[in-house]
């Protein structure tokens, strides 16, 4: 194999031409093409992977009829170390833009300079905002049902959530648990092709207009309290929960820096620029059509490459 350039160096060994805030599919990727092109990058994120690690079926990526979300990422940071891509496992604090450059701030204390930034932050799934869902996360309460479907065999299981998510949580586990109930407050709001899947299923109930109140057990999760807007109570028999109510954005870090939409969505161009100059967004952080692996790499790339073009546009990279 021939030797590789290696990306230019800069004096400052705390600035980067460019900065990868984020290390799931568009991260990754992101970082990949920069380190291909020549640009000097530091790829921080306090783990590889992101949403990707939960999904135990990908069966729309180019090359792989099927593999499982967990395998696809190793097989990204096994690319990312054979290209040498410089990675930091950390968290950003604070981002600030100072002028001609960004100024990151990292938990562990450490300060980094960056020409540009990429921020490809993912999602977070929503939380029901009850008691005892913290004390029982892992435990019971779960908000990954294609991952940890397969341990709902003989179990009862309660879905909070009646979308597409809720209905695919349905089908991951309702042939191999003993009863699932279905919270929602306005019944089937997903694909009809899903629900009509999943109106097969004997052992599934729904509970509209109902909404869980809170979750309880010992060492782990034992049993779910729900309750009508009228205020009748139940208390059901659950040993797994669920929670399939969507996601949100990790966009805190540019409140107030980035234009967000009222989703709280990084609003991008087509080329991945923000409305700040030299920031740029990927993946499921933004504004951008589906929330899928393959869009989000395919968004990291084109940030990638859109940020080349900024650096160069000032004269920053060798050569331009």
């Known amino acids: 194999m021939t030797d590789r350039p290696s990306p230019k160096q800069i004096e400052d060994p705390l600035m980067r031409e460019l900065a990868i805030i ?8 992101a970082a990949l093409f920069a380190t291909n092109q020549r640009i000097n990058t530091v790829l921080i994120a306090g ?24 395998e696809l990422v190793e ?36 300060v980094f300079q960056s020409r540009c930034v990429i921020l490809a ?10 008691p005892g869902e913290n004390q029982f996360i892992n435990r019971g309460v779960s908000y990954f049902a294609d991952h940890y479907g397969p341990t ?23 042939s191999v648990a ?32 109902w909404n869980v109140v ?21 208390t059901l028999p659950i040993d797994l929960v669920f929670v399939e109510i969507g996601f949100r954005p990790n966009t805190d870090l540019v409140k107030g820096l980035a234009e967000l939409n009222e989703r709280g969505e990084v609003i991008v161009s087509r080329e991945n620029e923000t409305n700040v100059p030299g920031l740029f967004a990927a993946g499921d952080c933004t504004t951008g059509l589906g929330k899928e692996i393959a869009v989000a790499v395919g968004d990291g790339a084109r940030a990638a490459l859109s ?14």
Do not use: C
């Open 22 to 29: 984020g290390a799931g599919p568009a991260g990754l990727a």
């Open 47 to 70: 783990e590889v992977g992101g949403q990707a690690l939960h999904s135990t079926h990908v069966e729309n990526y180019m090359g792989f009829e099927r593999i499982a979300g967990a």
């Open 75 to 110: 097989r990204f940071e096994t690319q990312l170390h054979e290209h040498f891509v410089e990675y930091m496992v950390d968290n950003v604090s604070k981002l600030l833009h100072r002028g001609a450059h960004f100024e990151l701030e990292l938990k562990s204390g450490a």
């Open 121 to 130: 932050t993912g999602m977070t799934p929503n939380q029901l905002r009850v």
């Open 152 to 174: 709902a065999h003989g179990k009862n299981v309660l879905v909070a959530g009646g979308g597409n998510s809720g209905l695919q949580a349905v089908l991951e586990v309702a």
């Open 178 to 209: 003993a009863d699932v109930k279905v919270v929602t407050r306005h019944g089937w709001t997903g694909d009809p092709d899903k629900i009509a899947a999943v109106s097969k299923f004997d052992n599934v109930e729904m509970l509209e207009s």
């Open 214 to 234: 809170r979750l309880e057990g010992d060492d782990r999760l034992r049993s779910v309290v729900v309750a009508q807007a009228g205020g009748d109570e139940r």
């Open 307 to 320: 940020a080349k073009r900024f650096i160069r546009r000032r004269g920053w990279q060798e050569g331009g």
